[in-house]
């Protein structure tokens, strides 16, 4: 079968997102939470990349808060540009609304990308490689280059399919978590 352009499979899978149930997706965003806090690449990160959902995002905002209780340093990132910059948070007081209607960091000192240990980022479709479309604006291609700590994709199941097509600049996710199984290093774990 010939690859869809990723055009079209970014239209077709904000689409199948968009569609989602707010009860859908409060339930799949609990047991996508529910996997990464037992993962060690979470257990063991003292510094954390977190992201305020759009649309019908899988919600992680309470990990946000979990992650600060347990004295874990949040990220969050900040469209600057063409760049994604991150920027520490120490509570809802420092999130306010930003380009493109995002929820974003205010103020506070840049955090060099090289130094977080995991980024956990959403995209719109997935593939079993770990490869991700998103917005297409390539934001999160351009931050994931920089990142040397576990790069670790979120998203429902129904948007992982077997093979995307890829540019050069296309940065893969090492770990995929969705609501039913997480896919690492080629191998799928249904805990
Ligand atoms: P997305 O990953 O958001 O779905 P694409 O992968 O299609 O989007 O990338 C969108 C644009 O971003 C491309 O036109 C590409 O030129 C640009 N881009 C992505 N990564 C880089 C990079 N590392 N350096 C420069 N431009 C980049
Ligand atoms: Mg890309």
């Known amino acids: 079968m010939k690859l869809l352009k990723k055009s079209e499979l970014r239209r077709e899978f904000l689409n199948k997102r968009d569609n989602i149930s707010e009860e859908e997706r409060s339930i799949y965003s609990e047991r996508i939470k529910a ?9 063991e990160a003292k510094s954390v990349l977190l992201y305020c959902p759009i649309r019908k995002e899988p919600d992680l905002t309470s990990l946000i808060w979990e992650s600060l209780a347990s004295k874990k340093l949040v990220l969050l990132p900040k469209v600057e540009g063409q760049e994604l910059k991150l920027y520490s948070i120490t509570s809802q007081e420092d999130i306010k609304p930003g380009a493109f209607c995002i929820p974003e960091p205010v103020g506070g000192k840049e955090f060099p990308p090289h130094d977080v240990e ?9 593939d079993r490689r770990g490869y991700r479309i998103g917005f297409g604006r390539g934001y999160y291609d351009r931050l994931l ?3 040397v700590g576990v790069k670790m ?3 429902y199941s129904f948007q992982v399919v077997e093979e ?14 969705t609501e039913s199984y997480i896919l690492k290093g080629g191998k799928r774990y249904e805990c």
């Open 35 to 43: 996997k990464i806090k037992n993962l060690k690449e979470f257990k």
């Open 118 to 126: 995991l980024a956990i980022v959403p995209g719109v479709v997935f």
């Open 145 to 147: 280059q920089k990142i």
């Open 153 to 155: 994709g979120v998203a």
């Open 164 to 177: 995307l097509p890829t540019d050069e600049w296309d940065q893969p996710v090492d770990v995929l978590v």
